[in-house]
């Protein structure tokens, strides 16, 4: 699905992203932040044997290609069959694409991608998709294959587990069985639990969400693991049936969730930098965590989750940079 109706956005003024083009012509290198506020401003017309990596692709093509998850409310849903997807990380990555195609100098187009969370890194590696907007949380492991943007929120894995459940914690489902969604940090982080604690419990992988979720509400497993978000998220939306779930014991992990795009890519890298400080002192962050998480969704409910202190820290730390 191709969105030909982008929203039109202030200027963002990418004097980092346009310096390191003119470097990079210069058979120079890519120049630091500071040196390339201090200089000059470079000559605006920006020609396509200037541009490198991504945005000389999609200056060349004019789309740019978002693998998105039609599954994870509020992140990136699907509202409705055939709807474009929505949701508080695809209305970031919208804004970066409005970034680039100033940057390029063309109007660019949205091809949308669905991924899933096995699928998701492969596809930023190969190029099918530039940019992954979801849930996807930024590791050291994952930075040695693709780069993140600056982080846009912060969970934690967790159990979900039916009401009348005697657990507290991950050791009291020892001989039990727990879902986990395959390709997720959640599952990494249970085998190695599982493996230190020496708990005797049976994973059980899913395809997705929807699917370990399921496992749970038909009494398959004793618990579902994932990021605390989600299964906050997903408790919400059983409506009347909510009081039959409960999240507990602490977070068994930190998840920082950020963009993902090539790496290796210094020129889209230092627009989605500079981009993010952009974002980050107009208040649109904020505006979009307000519109996503406090405020009623189109399902009808209203999750009320305040922003946590991380991201706000790293929305200040943005916004104050030079």
């Not at 049936?241 to 602490?250: A, C, D, F, N, W």
């Amino acid at each position: 699905m191709v969105d030909r109706h982008l929203p039109r956005h202030r200027s963002w003024h990418l004097r980092v992203v346009a310096r390191t083009a003119l470097a990079w012509a210069l058979g120079l290198g890519a120049t630091s932040p500071a040196r390339a506020e201090a200089a000059p401003p470079p000559n605006p017309t920006v020609t396509p044997e200037v541009l490198q990596g991504t945005l000389r692709t999609v200056q060349a093509s004019g789309r740019v290609a978002i693998g998105y998850r039609p599954d994870l409310l509020p992140f990136s849903f699907v509202p409705a069959p055939g709807a474009e997807p929505r949701g508080y990380s695809i209305e970031l990555c919208r804004a970066l694409v409005s970034a680039m195609a100033e940057t390029v100098h063309r109007p660019l187009s949205i091809t949308w991608v669905p991924v899933t969370a096995a699928s998701r890194i492969e596809a930023v590696e190969s190029g099918r998709v530039d940019l992954e907007c979801g849930t996807t949380s930024s590791t050291l492991e994952r930075q040695r294959r693709v780069a993140f943007s600056p982080l846009i929120f912060v969970s934690g894995t967790r159990l979900l587990v039916r009401h009348d459940a005697q657990v507290a914690s991950l050791r009291d489902l020892a001989g039990q069985r727990v879902s986990v969604t395959t390709g997720t940090t959640n599952e990494q982080v249970l085998r190695g639990l599982i493996l230190r604690q020496r708990v005797p419990v049976t994973l059980v992988p899913m395809a997705d969400h929807d699917a370990s979720f399921a496992q749970l509400a038909r009494g398959q497993v004793q618990a579902f693991a994932t990021d605390e978000v989600l299964l906050y998220v997903r408790a919400a939306q059983q409506g009347t049936q909510r009081s039959l779930y409960r999240l507990v014991g602490e977070r068994l992990s930190y998840e920082p969730y950020a963009i993902m795009f090539r790496r290796d890519d210094p020129q889209m890298a230092a627009l989605v930098a500079d981009a993010f400080a952009v974002l980050a002192r107009n208040g649109e962050i904020e505006r979009q965590y307000r519109q996503w998480f406090l405020r009623k969704l189109p399902s009808g409910i209203t999750l009320g989750l305040p922003m946590s202190p991380q991201l706000r820290l790293s929305i200040e730390t943005l916004a104050s940079a030079p």
